[in-house]
């Protein structure tokens, strides 16, 4: 059943004609968001640009049981805004707006479609941080990274966007408008509704105005990248930094495959003949960092560590962290379908895990590039292969059965960021267990009793 003619005059009443696309050659950048593999043309996009028009498309929605897939820019990689057959796409990415910037608070209001980017830098020029920087940053919404709960680079330090949401304005599927959350530092009346929606991937309402938590910037920073010739020698690194009690901003980690990779893309000057690398940041004081980094250095040195760059300015700093940063961008180049995966295990199960995937890797022949967010336990092993290859996908298939399996043996998770969205719904129910995934149903039955937000992403 294709969007009724009297539906889409409805959406182009609502949001004006220009914020409707319908045409197929319009909609097909709105059928795919970075997650490999999946496709789905929807029946029409709107963009909104008021809190009323998403409150009344949402009713509309409702009344009609239409089904609407929110998104924001589409850097997903679980599939969250892949559309679903016969929805429309409802796109904020036009509410862009940074509403407030409360210095005496330290908070920011913005309008969902915000960049995290123009967060940041909203926030830098009024002296202040926003701490949370996932790799897309520069093209994800925030409204995105709350439906996600996204992490980043610094996340082991500062956090992830969870640590500094402190008020949502949300649209329920009926169309009503509610705020939850406020400034006040320290508020206990009632659920924390600003948490449910926290994570909720466009299945509980729409997001439509965050506000944020800022901090004083650190004043200081020291970069430094180290290189090994074993895997488990950066792994060793890493438990030694976190047994001394230091925390760095920064515990990056890339392996064999992906150092390649990234040199050829980026010509940072990486060693090639190295097996682990290691990007390590310390931030706060002048005297803090210089004695942290200096720990650092002598625990990486002992490990065996092979060469140790440390940045001279911002500038090195920059180039430094683009090594990590480019790490799925230069992986993306080497086969028809890159598939990022997303475990997280006890950060003292780390080089059994990095192991176990190379093992995998090796069974069933398959090419992995693992990189990751080393000091959160937080692994992306990157299969590089080709969808159209259907017997080398049933080997890949495997390999997540075999790297979930383990990840959930050693205690860990299925998901550390990226979300369970349409990519990890056949196994959230062996994560979850019966009980928690019986009140996740309940509450989303309660909030959209019509089933019209995001319908079969999570669970059915
Ligand atoms: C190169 C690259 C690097 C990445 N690095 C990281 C990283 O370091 N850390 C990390 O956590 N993730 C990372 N990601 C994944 C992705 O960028 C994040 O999940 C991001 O938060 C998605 O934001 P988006 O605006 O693109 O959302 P979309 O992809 O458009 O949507 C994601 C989900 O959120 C829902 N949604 C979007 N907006 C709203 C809203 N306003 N209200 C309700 N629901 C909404 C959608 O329905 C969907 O389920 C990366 C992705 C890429 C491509």
Not at 128 to 136: I, N
Not at 369 to 392: K, S
Request: charged share 20%; with cysteine; proline share 5%.
């Amino acid at each position: 059943m294709a969007l009724s003619k009297d539906f889409l005059d409805e959406l182009r009443r609502v949001a004006g004609p220009d914020q409707v696309l319908t045409r197929a050659e319009d909609l097909i950048p709105y059928s795919f968001d970075g997650t490999a593999a999946l496709q789905q043309l929807p029946g029409a996009v709107v963009f909104a640009t008021t809190t009323e028009q998403v409150a009344a498309i949402l009713k509309l929605a409702n009344q009609t049981q239409t089904a609407v897939v929110t998104r924001g820019s589409g850097t997903g990689l679980s599939g969250g805004s892949v559309p679903c057959p016969e929805c429309f796409v409802l796109c904020l990415a036009r509410m862009d707006k940074i509403l407030e910037l409360d210095p005496a608070n330290l908070t920011l209001l913005a309008q969902a479609g915000a960049t995290t980017q123009a967060v940041a830098d909203a926030a830098a020029n009024a002296g202040l941080f926003y701490p949370p920087d996932p790799g897309s940053m520069r093209i994800s919404t925030i409204g995105g990274n709350v439906a996600e709960n996204s992490g980043g680079l610094r996340g082991l330090k500062y956090g992830i966007t969870r640590n500094y949401v402190m008020g949502l304005e949300v649209v329920l599927p009926s169309g009503e408008v509610l705020w939850t959350g406020n400034k006040c530092v320290k508020d206990v009346a009632g659920y924390s509704l600003r948490d449910l929606f926290i994570g909720s991937e466009g299945t509980l309402g729409v997001i439509t105005k965050v506000l944020l938590r800022l901090i004083p910037p650190p004043p200081a920073k020291k970069t430094m990248l180290a290189t090994f010739a074993q895997m488990d020698q950066a792994a060793q690194t890493v438990s030694d930094i976190i047994a001394a009690r230091i925390i760095p901003c920064t515990l990056e980690f890339l392996d064999r495959t992906t150092i390649r990779c990234v040199e050829d893309f980026a010509k940072v000057g990486l060693p090639l003949d190295c097996e682990a690398l290691l990007l390590m940041e310390t931030d706060g004081a002048p005297v803090v960092i210089a004695e942290e980094a200096a720990q650092m250095e002598a625990l990486a040195r002992k490990n065996g560590c092979r060469q140790l760059l440390v940045a001279r300015d911002d500038a090195e700093a920059t180039r430094l962290a683009t090594a990590r940063r480019s790490a799925f961008s230069a992986l993306a180049r080497v086969s028809p379908t890159t598939i990022l995966e997303d475990v997280t295990v006890p950060r003292s199960e780390l080089a059994g895990m990095i192991r176990f995937i190379a093992g995998v890797a090796q069974k069933h022949q398959l090419k992995i590039g693992t990189f990751g967010h080393m000091g959160d336990g937080n692994l992306h092993p990157t299969f590089l292969t080709n969808e159209r290859n259907a017997e080398e996908m049933h080997r890949v298939e495997l390999a997540f059965q075999e790297i979930f399996g383990e990840a959930m043996r050693l205690g860990g998770t299925i998901t550390g960021e990226h979300g369970v969205g349409l990519s990890k719904k056949g196994i959230l129910h062996k994560f979850a267990g019966e009980a928690p995934l019986r009140v996740m149903r309940e509450l989303r039955r309660a909030l959209d009793p019509k089933g019209i937000l995001n319908p079969g992403k999570m669970f059915d």
